[in-house]
Nanobody, 113 residues
Framework: QVQLVESGGGLVQAGGSLRLSCAAP????????IGWYRQGPRPQRELVAS???????TYADSVKGRFTISRDNAKNMVNLQMNSLKAEDTDVYYC???????WGQGMQVTVSS
């Protein structure tokens, strides 16, 4: 069973920053596009940001210019740096490899206004 292990998250005031990290097995890390998603009240998880094995990135319009996704190839980790956080960013964030249906346990991010 593939495990994606998440860390980071927590409570921050609006305008602050948080960093989420996702550790993936090397067998997945070297081939897959890995992303961060959030659920909220939506029926499906929303893509926040993703990064391909070659480093190409995609961002939701709502986070462009504020969030940065990156790969740490030495540690097989994908990081999401979240700056200028807003109350509407409050959610449970999941690291995932959507193509294969692999998901982390979810990290709560709460932004107080």
């Amino acid at each position: 069973q593939v495990q994606l292990v998440e860390s980071g998250g927590g409570l921050v005031q609006a305008g602050g920053s948080l960093r989420l990290s996702c550790a993936a097995p090397i067998s997945i890390f070297v081939i897959a596009t890995i992303g961060w998603y959030r659920q909220g009240p939506r029926p499906q998880r929303e893509l926040v940001a993703s990064i391909t094995r070659d480093g190409a990135t995609t961002y939701a319009d709502s986070v462009k210019g504020r969030f940065t996704i990156s790969r740490d190839n030495a540690k097989n980790m994908v990081n999401l740096q979240m700056n200028s956080l807003k109350a509407e960013d409050t959610d449970v964030y999941y690291c995932g490899v959507e193509r294969y249906g692999y998901w982390g346990q979810g990290m709560q991010v709460t932004v107080s206004s």
